[in-house]
């Protein structure tokens, strides 16, 4: 969707390029995330696609079309533009600054004002307590979410992002960044965003483009990114607790053990037992008769069971539940809390679907990181 | 001193110099508006944006030559009268309307700008809606620093035979009449005050209505 053929920008002022030779492609319906240190060349690749800047050398491709043979202001109004400092107009109302393209484009009032509402809704404002307040009137969040919304006015398919949630608070930041998540997911559009937060990389991007002194280090998925970084720049700029990030990333169902040994709530004691001398765990979980999770056993408690059903009264419930969504990083957070080595996973309130193990978290991110381990090392021999 | 010669000289001639006074300020304070706006604009446009600074220091500088020296300077070109009056006034009235103009737009927020190109609007349309609109303030202050300046300078105008309040002032003081001066005196003082609030209420106005 957006292609850079080995772009390379310069500065008259600047005796190295600001961006060196840069070649990437950004996939339909993804973001990518371009991130580095200060200085590093984000900002000035970014504007290289609506041609804020005119790169040196090379070519960007947005929609197969060379964007250096496009009428410069067509280009920029099918191409939304957030910026940090939201750039807002202060004379126009919100419902004014969000109507600037749709306006451009020659769209009908009707239109115009129907398609404002429905962006305020989705970038969470209520449209009649907003639409005519002035952008000083807006807290620093509000502000944010109106330049989304003015960006996403025509619908452009691509949108250019540079820092939008970096002059907010961490929470409101935190907030903006879970609702822009929940808003790609209904759109889908091709995003460029610029950040020089890597946590906040990890988290926004379907992939992400690290950057140095104008280079492109490395362009992956943010789980490639942490399970194998390219060189030593990376992982340092990842940072020392790439481990735990990695966690956050990683679904749990990556993890999910379907298939277990179970006892059930009306077996006899004799069967419990047998189950525990077959299986080398020491708790094992006990359902209903019609499936439904009921709690666990522990095996030292089988000893006092006495009576063939006395065991029952030995079954604990779980203390906490992890939803389908639930990353390893929540689910190890929950065993830590509740010091337990094992979580169920329930779909809704009732549907069991699974058990999590501290085992198989621990050795499945082992494995990752041996195996792509052994990747590089046998990529550096050959 | 005489009061009631004050007042007889006031109802006499007072109204007619007051008209001639307003008008010389009117004509070149119209023209240099007329004038001053474009060379202001064009200032900020490529490629003459690069020396928008240095074109803002000259103006501040120029400002700074005394209104009496731009009257004389005048004179051995254009000769005396009417014209020569009114055009030395314009290109004073000129300077804090193009210097604000500069400003103004040099003023508005980079991040405003960047937002709007950024969108695909053309440099016309941003300087339409946006530059303009957002720097009028500023400008409307330099109009209404100019016409100040300009009613007080008018005076000198009677020295090239411009006419206007001026007349007062200076046959009062080569006919040792200080009732002339004073008249002349208060009468452009109240023509200043007054102009300054007028535009100094549109300028709230729109303040209110443009400001960030
Ligand atoms: N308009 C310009 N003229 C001259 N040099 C520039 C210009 N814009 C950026 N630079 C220089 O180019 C380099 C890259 O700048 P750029 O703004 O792309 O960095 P960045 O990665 O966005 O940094 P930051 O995280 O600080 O925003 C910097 O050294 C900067 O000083
Ligand atoms: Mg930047």
């Known amino acids: 969707m957006i292609q850079f053929n080995r772009v390379t920008k310069r500065y008259s002022s600047m005796a190295r390029p600001a961006v060196d030779g840069l070649s990437l492609d950004v996939r339909e319906g993804e973001t990518c995330v371009f991130v580095g240190p200060s200085g590093c060349g984000k900002t000035t690749t970014l504007k290289m696609i609506n041609r804020i800047f005119e790169p040196t050398a090379g070519e960007i491709f947005v929609n197969g079309e060379n964007v250096l043979t496009q009428d410069q202001d067509q280009l920029r109004q099918g191409i939304g533009y957030v910026i940090q400092k939201t750039g807002l107009f202060p004379h126009y109302t919100v419902f004014e600054n969000v109507a600037t393209v749709p306006r ?4 009908e009032e009707g239109r115009v004002a129907a398609r404002v509402r429905e962006l305020l809704e989705l970038v ?7 639409m005519q307040k002035f952008p000083r009137e807006l807290s620093g969040g509000q502000s944010q979410r109106v330049g989304v919304a003015r960006a996403m006015a025509a619908d452009p398919p691509v949108m250019l992002m540079d820092e939008p949630f970096g002059a907010v608070d961490p929470i409101t930041r935190t907030q903006l960044q879970n609702e822009f998540l929940t808003l790609q997911q209904k759109v889908r559009k091709t995003i460029c965003f610029v950040t020089h937060d890597i946590d906040e990389a990890i988290k926004m991007g379907d992939r992400i483009a690290i950057m140095n002194h104008g280079q492109l280090v490395q362009y992956d998925t943010p789980e490639n990114l942490l399970l194998a970084p390219a060189d030593d720049f990376v992982a340092e700029f990842i940072g020392s607790d790439r481990s735990l990030k990695v966690l956050s990333l990683l679904p749990v169902r990556k993890v999910l053990k379907r298939q277990f040994r179970m006892v059930s709530e009306t077996a006899e004691l004799s069967t419990v037992r047998a189950s525990f001398d077959a299986s080398e765990r020491n708790r094992l979980v006990v359902e209903d008769e019609r499936g439904n999770l009921v709690g666990y056993v522990s095996r030292s408690d089988m000893d006092k069971a006495g009576s063939a059903r006395g065991w029952n009264r030995f079954i604990k419930p779980f203390p906490a539940f992890l939803p389908p969504e639930a990353t390893l990083r929540d689910a190890l957070a929950v065993m830590l809390q509740h010091d337990i080595g094992a979580v169920p996973v329930m779909e809704g ?3 069991f679907m699974g058990m999590i193990y501290l085992d198989d978290i621990r050795s499945y991110v082992g494995e990752a990181y041996q195996e792509r381990d052994s990747d590089s090392s046998t990529q550096e021999g050959a | 001193m005489n009061w009631e010669r004050l007042l007889d000289v ?18 070149s304070l119209f023209i240099a508006i007329i004038v001053a706006l474009p060379v202001g604009i064009l200032v900020t446009r490529f490629p003459l944006d690069r020396y928008a600074p240095q074109i803002l220091a000259f103006l501040n ?8 020296a ?16 009114l055009f030395a006034l314009t290109i004073y009235a ?13 003023g508005v927020d980079p991040d405003v700008m960047e937002a709007a190109r950024g969108m695909g609007m053309s440099p016309r349309r941003v300087l339409l809606r946006i530059e303009l609109p957002l720097a009028l303030p500023v400008i409307i202050a330099g109009i209404q620093t100019s016409a100040v300046l300009t009613v007080g300078t008018a005076t000198l105008a009677h020295l090239i035979a411009g006419g206007g309040l001026g007349r007062l002032i200076f046959s009062g003081i080569s006919m040792h009449r200080p009732e002339y001066i004073i008249a002349g005196s208060l009468m452009t003082a109240a023509l200043a005050i007054l102009i300054d609030q007028v535009i100094g209420l549109i300028h709230r106005w729109i303040s209110a209505r443009y400001s960030g």
């Open chain 1, 124 to 130: 969470g404002l209520d449209p009649d307590e907003n």
């Open chain 2, 61 to 68: 500088t120029a400002q700074g030559v005394p209104s009496l």
């Open chain 2, 10 to 27: 006031v109802r006499e001639e007072g109204l007619q110099l007051v008209v001639q006074h307003l008008e010389l300020v009117g004509i």
């Open chain 2, 70 to 85: 731009v009257v004389a300077i005048f004179l051995p070109i254009m000769g005396i009268g009417r014209v020569p009056s």
């Open chain 1, 104 to 107: 451009l484009l020659k769209w």
């Open chain 1, 349 to 351: 309130r009732r549907r």
């Open chain 2, 94 to 106: 000129l300077l804090p309307i193009a210097r604000n103009t500069i400003a103004g737009i040099e």
